[in-house]
């Protein structure tokens, strides 16, 4: 049974009919899902009792079950969902200074394997669905109420997986779906080819992340390596062009990575390789990972880091963690549930 969430709440009317209910039945349902956060089609009471059973047989709301929900006491909430086929995705929930934030992931796995991130590690498995995507949002939601802000940035790169993502956003942006502003959705990509030329020809104004992470070629390309055959320079200059195109200043993300990239001749190449681009920096600690070597900087080393910006003019912010306690390193969670196996880079 296909998860109803597949279909943009505008041909739901339709399915509906298809289903013996009348066309705002579909538009009654969305509202119950997107607005009320319903978990089932028998709290749905304003719709006729005849149709809910229908429903109950023929029509599937979602396609994931909750498989673990874990809650820190910094407030962050993060739930492993199991999907259809067996593979398992999780979502963050944090609190925030304009309501909850939500982290999505986009993918089972990632093909970029970042050194740094447990998602990389075992590369990619599959591309999510858009009702997979929103599923996230909604499970969320029902656990933790109104949410405020949406950040793609969970396992994946979304940019490898637009034909869903872009839609699983648009729902999100809807009247009829979660009706969110595109100013509190930002999307997280490393920038592969064709990607923020896509997403400027959509034509939403959502947030950019572009992750970084060093600002030699070089070295990006050991740290980050789906993306050695891409040049930072011609990914900013997209970035620039997105932002001629939509308005929005983006953000460079910096995972701060002790004795990697956190030296203040390497905050110093970064400066220059931003003057005069629209953005700002978000500077990222590691969050430790026990198959990771990597460690996170001296507190010191963090502030001077993010000084040595600042000096050079830049707008720079080093983000505090939430969700330690729950594994909120990306892939974590995940990867905790799950056995290993071997898998090989998509380079971009
Ligand atoms: S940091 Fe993001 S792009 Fe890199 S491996 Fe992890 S999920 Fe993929």
Same mark, same amino acid.
Request: proline share 4%.
């Given at each position: 049974?296909?998860?109803?969430?597949?279909? /943009?709440? /505008?041909? *739901?009317?339709?399915?509906?009919?298809?289903?013996?209910?009348?066309p705002f039945h579909g538009r009654i349902a969305a509202r119950w899902v997107f607005r009320r956060a319903a978990r089932s089609w028998?709290?749905?009471?304003?719709?006729?009792?005849?149709?809910?059973?229908?429903?109950?047989?023929?029509?599937?709301?979602?396609?994931?079950?909750?498989?673990?929900?874990s809650r820190a006491e910094d407030g962050a909430v993060k739930v492993l969902l199991g999907l259809h086929d067996g593979a398992t995705v999780e979502a963050v929930g944090m609190p925030g200074t304009q309501g909850r934030t939500i982290c999505l992931s986009t993918q089972v796995g990632c093909p970029v394997k970042c050194q740094f991130c447990a998602s990389g590690l075992d590369g990619l498995q599959r591309n999510l669905t858009r009702g997979e995507i929103l599923e996230q949002a909604l499970w969320l939601r029902r656990e933790q109420g109104e949410i405020g802000r949406v950040? =793609?940035?969970?396992?994946?790169?979304?940019? /490898?997986?637009?034909?869903?993502?872009?839609? &699983?956003?648009?729902?999100?942006m809807d009247e009829e779906g979660m009706g969110l502003s595109a100013?509190? =959705?930002?999307?997280?990509?490393?920038?592969?080819?064709?990607?923020?030329?896509?997403?400027?020809? *959509?034509?939403?104004?959502?947030?950019?992340?572009?992750?970084? /992470? &060093? &600002?030699?070629?070089?070295?990006?390309?050991?740290?980050?390596?789906?993306?050695?055959?891409?040049?930072?320079?011609?990914?900013?200059?997209?970035?620039?062009?997105?932002?001629?195109?939509?308005?929005?200043?983006?953000?460079?993300?910096?995972v701060l990575l002790e004795g990697v990239n956190d030296q203040p001749q390497q905050a110093e190449a970064l400066a220059r390789r931003l003057r005069g681009r629209r953005c700002h920096v978000n500077l990222i600690p590691f969050n430790p990972v026990s198959e990771l070597n990597f460690r996170r900087? &001296?507190?010191?080393?963090?502030?001077?880091?993010?000084?040595?910006?600042?000096?050079?003019?830049?707008?720079?912010?080093?983000?505090?963690?939430?969700g330690r306690e729950t594994d909120a390193a990306c892939g974590q969670l995940r990867r905790r549930s799950m056995p290993s196996s071997g898998s090989s880079v998509t380079e971009v």
């Open positions: 049974m296909d998860s109803l969430l597949e279909l /943009h709440p /505008h041909d *739901w009317p339709q399915r509906f009919v298809a289903l013996g209910g009348k028998q709290e749905m009471t304003d719709l006729p009792e005849a149709l809910r059973e229908r429903l109950e047989q023929e029509q599937a709301l979602g396609a994931a079950t909750l498989e673990e929900l950040v =793609i940035m969970g396992m994946g790169e979304a940019g /490898h997986n637009l034909d869903e993502v872009l839609p &699983a956003l648009d729902v999100l100013r509190r =959705i930002t999307l997280s990509t490393v920038g592969p080819k064709g990607a923020l030329e896509r997403i400027a020809a *959509w034509g939403r104004s959502v947030s950019l992340a572009l992750s970084v /992470h &060093a &600002a030699q070629d070089e070295l990006r390309h050991e740290l980050v390596p789906g993306v050695r055959k891409r040049r930072l320079e011609d990914t900013l200059d997209e970035a620039d062009r997105l932002f001629a195109a939509n308005g929005r200043e983006y953000t460079v993300e910096y900087p &001296a507190l010191g080393v963090q502030e001077e880091f993010r000084k040595r910006l600042r000096e050079a003019g830049l707008s720079v912010t080093l983000r505090r963690s939430l």
